[in-house]
Every structure is written in C-alpha cells, then in structure tokens.
C-alpha cells in the first residue's frame, strides 16, 4: 500500500475496516438468529440491537414467509451494501 503525505492511505483503510465491522455485526446477527441464540443473552441483545440499527432501511424489506429467509435477506443485503459501499468509498480515497 502506497502511503501518501495527506493521509489517504490510512483514510481508506479505516473505511474499508469500518465497512467490514458493520458487515460483521450484520453476519454475526444472522448467524445467532440461524443458530437460535439465546435471546436473554447480554451479548445477543447488543448484537441483535446493533444489527437493527444498521440494517434499519433494510428490516423486513421482503415478505417471505418463513422468518429465517427474512432475516438472512433483510440483514444479509444490509450487510452486502455496507461492503460494498464502504470498499468504494475506501478505494476513491485511496485513489486522491
């Protein structure tokens, strides 16, 4: 990675780190509601109110019966966005 003297290196690391955070709460959300975590865990409840703030847009976007494909697509494609977003944002950066 090329370091510039105004810092655009570590600017789009960070993005691309912040991105990819977001993207992991998102992931570990789906993967606890899949696994049937424990709802009266501490630790599920602030990843499962996490994963609601940062897919608030997307909740329940789509209408499939079954609860399961709700959440996987819903919070799934939140979390694609994020990646998405915040990876090409961080190479625009990069590129200044």
């Given amino acids: 990675m090329t370091t510039h003297r105004n810092g655009t290196g570590k600017a789009s690391t960070a993005v691309a780190i912040v991105a990819d955070v ?16 424990n709802p009266d865990n501490d630790l599920v ?29 819903g919070y799934g494609l939140a979390a694609v966005v994020y990646l998405l977003v915040g990876h090409i944002a961080a190479d625009r950066i990069r590129r200044l």
Avoid: C
């Avoid at 977001?22 to 975590?37: E, G, H, N, V």
């Fill in 22 to 37: 977001l993207a992991a709460i998102l992931a570990l959300w789906i993967l606890m509601y899949l696994l049937s975590a």
């Fill in 45 to 73: 409840q602030v990843v499962r109110e996490s994963a609601r703030w940062l897919a608030g847009w997307s909740h329940d976007l789509f209408t499939f019966d079954a609860a399961w494909a709700r959440v996987v697509a």
